[in-house]
C-alpha cells in the first residue's frame, strides 16, 4: 500500500487541524446515525492526537466504546478528471468513515492505514461532511487482544494484558488525495548486494492492465544523476559500485515510476517516486549480517508516546527522540508493540538508523496479567491463554491480517531488517504452536527476504518454550535485578549468564536482547543497590552489558525503554513505566550516560 504522495500528477490534502469530536453514550451507534447531521462543535478534538488525555474528564480519558470525529471538506475544483481517495493513517482501533450519509469504509486495527475512494460521491469544488466513527474496544477477537467487563457501579471497563495505556482516536494524519485513473497502484521492490554490485528488484502494479512499455523506471542516484532506466512492470536493476544503505551511513536512491499516454510519447499520466536503500540482511550461524558483515544491535525498545497527545504523531517529537537516541549512540530500535507511523521509517532510511518492525500482537498471554501488570486475570476460570474462549482461530486471522497489513505499508523500507511477530506470546503454553506456525509461515510467504523473530518472556525458559525454532534471531526479554533478584544484581548476574548460554547452546542463533531494564524515578539517588535509584538503573545495565560481552551469540542490546511511558495505573505503575532511560519530557537519566560511554565508545563488533 502506497503512501499517499504529491506528485506531478497527484494532489495531496491534509485534513489534519481540529476537528468537532463528541463521546458517543448510546450503546447502538447504527440507531443514532450521527452522520447525517452536523455534531455541534461543543467539543474539538485535534487530528493527529490521541483523544484521551486532551480532556480533563475521566470519563472521556477512560471511555470505552465509539468516539464521534467530523469535519468539513472541499473537494478541489480542479480534481475532474481524477480519482480520489481519502486516508486514515489509523483510527485505534477501529474505524468508520462516511461521506455525508453514505459509509465508504470499516477498518478494524488501530496501527495500519486505510482508504477508501469517493470519486462518485462528491464532485470536484464541491463541500462534504466527513465523519469518523472510532471505537477503543479490545476484544479476544482484536489485535491486541483485551475484554470489556462491565463493572459494579454499571460502566464498563477495558482490560488488557500489555503494559502500555489505550490510547485511542485518530493519532496519525488523514489525507484527501488524487491519482489519475491510470495510476500506480503498488510497487514492491528488493534489493540485494553482491560485492560492490546492488540489484534492485522492482515489480508494479497498475490500477488497469497496460501495455509493458508504458511503464517507465528509472532509478536516479542522490545528486539526480539517471543511473538505470527501462520499461515494464518487472525487472531487476543491476547496480555497478553501489552506493549501499548502511547502518549509520544511509544512501537512498530513487526509484521512479512513470505511467505514459503512450510509448515515447513524452506525456506522463501518473509518477510516483520511492525511496530505495540497496542492502543485504541474512542470518549466518549466531550472526545477523547487514550487507554481509555482522550488525549488532544498539538501542531501544520504545512507544509512541508522550504528554498531551498521547499516541499522537508528532514531527518535533519525532525527530527530537532520533537525536537522542543517537546522541546515546543506538543505531537501532524495535517498534514495541505495534507498527509506527510511516514518517517514523521514512526518517530511519533517511538516517540510516535500524529498525525491527513488529505487529500490535501483543499481551497474548494471561499467565502475565495477575503477576506482573497487576491487571485482573481472565477468564476467571482457565488461565489457558490460547483456547476457545481467549485467544482463538479469530484472533488468529486477527493476527494473520495485521501482518498482512504490517508487510504491505512497510515492505519498502531499508531500515525494516526483521520482522517481529509477536511480544511475549505464551510460548510454553499448549496451543501456541498451532497458532503461531502458520503465521510465521504467512509472514514468510509474504516476505522471504527479511528475518522473522519474536519477543520471548521469562516464563517460557529454554526448557519450555516451544516455538523458538520456527524463527531466524532470538529476541530475549529479560529482568533479572528488576521482577527477579530485585536488589540482587550478584545473582541476576549469574541467572542472566546460565539462561543466555542455555539458549546459545540448544539454538545457536543470534540472541538479541530486546528488553533489559529498571524502573527509576528521576532524581532517586543511592549508594546501595536501592531498585528505582539513578544508581540502581545503570548498575543494572552495567551488569547486562558483563554479561553480553561474555556470551558468543548476543548481537544486540535494546533497553526497555527509551523513555517513560504511560499505562493503565496499578499499585506500581504510578503514572506510567518508569523503565525510560530519558524521562516522558525526554530529560536523560543518569543511564543515558552509561548507555553513551558504552555505545559510542565500542563502536565495532565482531
Ligand atoms: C515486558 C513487556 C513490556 C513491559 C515491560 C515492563 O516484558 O514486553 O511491554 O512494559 O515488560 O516494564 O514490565
Request: proline share 5%; glycine share 8%; charged share 20%.
Amino acid at each position: 500500500m502506497l503512501k499517499p504522495q504529491a506528485t506531478s500528477t497527484r494532489e495531496l490534502v491534509s485534513l489534519d487541524g481540529i476537528w468537532s469530536f463528541a463521546v458517543v453514550t448510546t450503546t447502538d451507534v447504527d440507531e443514532e446515525r450521527i452522520w447525517t447531521g452536523v455534531i455541534p462543535p461543543k467539543l474539538q478534538a485535534p487530528v493527529p492526537a490521541s483523544y484521551n488525555d486532551i480532556f480533563v474528564q475521566e470519563s472521556i480519558r477512560g471511555h470505552v466504546g465509539w468516539v464521534y470525529y467530523q469535519r468539513q471538506v472541499f473537494v478541489p475544483h480542479g480534481w475532474s478528471q481524477e480519482r480520489y481517495f481519502l486516508r486514515l493513517d489509523a483510527a485505534t482501533h477501529q474505524g468508520r468513515v462516511y461521506v455525508d450519509e453514505h459509509f465508504v469504509v470499516e477498518h478494524i486495527g488501530g496501527y495500519t492505514p486505510f482508504e477508501a475512494e469517493i470519486t462518485n460521491l462528491v464532485a470536484p469544488g464541491q463541500p462534504f461532511r466527513l465523519t469518523v466513527l472510532v471505537n477503543n474496544e479490545l476484544t479476544w477477537h482484536t489485535i491486541p487482544p483485551g475484554r470489556v467487563e462491565v463493572g459494579q457501579n454499571g460502566e464498563r471497563k477495558q482490560y488488557y494484558q500489555h503494559d502500555f495505556f489505550n490510547y485511542s482516536g485518530l493519532a496519525r494524519s488523514v489525507w484527501l488525495y488524487s491519482v489519475p485513473t491510470v495510476a500506480v497502484d503498488d510497487i514492491t521492490v528488493k534489493t540485494d548486494v553482491d560485492g560492490t554490485t546492488g540489484f534492485v528488484d522492482f515489480e508494479i502494479k497498475t490500477s488497469q492492465s497496460i501495455d509493458e512499455d508504458r511503464v517507465q523506471v528509472s532509478l536516479i542516484d542522490e545528486v539526480g544523476s539517471l543511473i538505470y532506466q527501462t520499461v515494464g512492470h518487472k525487472n531487476r536493476a543491476v547496480v555497478k559500485s553501489a552506493h549501499l544503505w548502511e547502518p549509520g551511513a544511509a544512501y537512498l536512491y530513487q526509484l521512479r515510476v512513470e505511467i505514459m499516454a503512450a510509448p515515447g510519447s513524452g506525456i506522463v499520466l501518473d509518477s510516483y517516486q520511492l525511496a530505495v536503500g540497496v542492502r543485504s540482511v541474512k542470518v549466518i550461524g549466531n550472526r545477523f549480517l547487514i550487507n554481509d558483515k555482522p550488525f549488532y544491535f544498539t538501542g531501544f525498545g520504545r512507544h509512541e508516546d508522550a504528554p498531551v497527545r498521547g499516541k499522537g504523531h508528532d514531527n518535533a517529537y519525532m525527530i527530537h527522540d532520533f537525536h537522542l537516541m543517537g546522541w546515546t549512540g543506538a543505531n537501532s530500535f524495535r517498534c514495541s508493540h505495534y507498527p509506527y507511523a510511516e514518517e517514523v521509517l521514512e526518517y530511519a532510511d533517511r538516517h540510516g538508523i535500524v529498525v525491527i518492525d513488529e505487529t500490535p500482537a501483543v499481551g497474548l498471554n494471561l499467565g502475565i496479567v495477575g503477576g506482573v501488570f497487576g491487571v485482573k486475570p481472565s477468564p476467571k476460570s482457565s488461565p489457558l491463554t490460547f483456547s476457545p474462549d481467549t485467544i482463538n482461530d479469530k484472533t488468529q486471522s486477527a493476527h494473520a491480517q495485521a501482518i498482512r497489513e504490517l508487510i504491505a505499508r512497510d515492505k519498502n523500507h531499508p531500515c525494516v531488517v526483521m520482522w517481529a511477530v509477536a511480544n511475549e506470546p505464551a510460548s510454553a503454553e499448549p496451543g501456541v504452536r498451532e497458532y503461531m506456525e502458520p503465521l510465521v509461515t504467512l509472514n514468510r510467504q509474504l516476505d522471504p527476504t527479511r528475518p522473522v523473530c519474536f519477543a520471548n518472556m521469562i516464563h517460557a525458559p529454554v526448557e519450555k518454550d516451544t516455538i523458538t525454532d520456527l524463527f531466524d534471531v532470538l529476541c530475549l526479554n529479560r529482568y533479572y535485578g528488576w521482577y527477579a533478584y530485585n536488589a540482587d544484581l550478584d545473582t541476576a548476574e549469574q541467572a542472566l549468564e546460565e539462561d543466555l548460554l542455555g539458549w546459545q547452546k540448544k539454538y545457536g542463533n543470534p540472541i538479541i536482547m530486546s528488553e533489559y531494564g529498571a524502573d527509576t524515578q528521576v532524581g532517586l539517588h543511592a549508594t546501595l543497590d536501592v531498585p528505582w535509584s539513578e544508581e540502581y538503573q545503570s548498575r543494572l545495565l552495567d551488569m547486562y552489558h558483563r554479561v553480553f560481552d561474555r556470551v558468543d551469540s548476543v548481537v544486540g542490546e535494546h533497553v526497555w525503554n527509551f523513555a517513560d511511558f504511560q499505562c493503565p495505573t496499578t499499585i506500581f505503575r504510578i503514572d506510567g513505566n518508569k523503565k525510560g532511560i530519558f524521562t516522558r519530557d525526554r530529560r536523560p537519566k543518569s543511564a543515558a550516560q552509561t548507555l553513551r560511554r558504552r555505545w559510542t565508545e565500542q563502536k565495532t563488533y565482531e
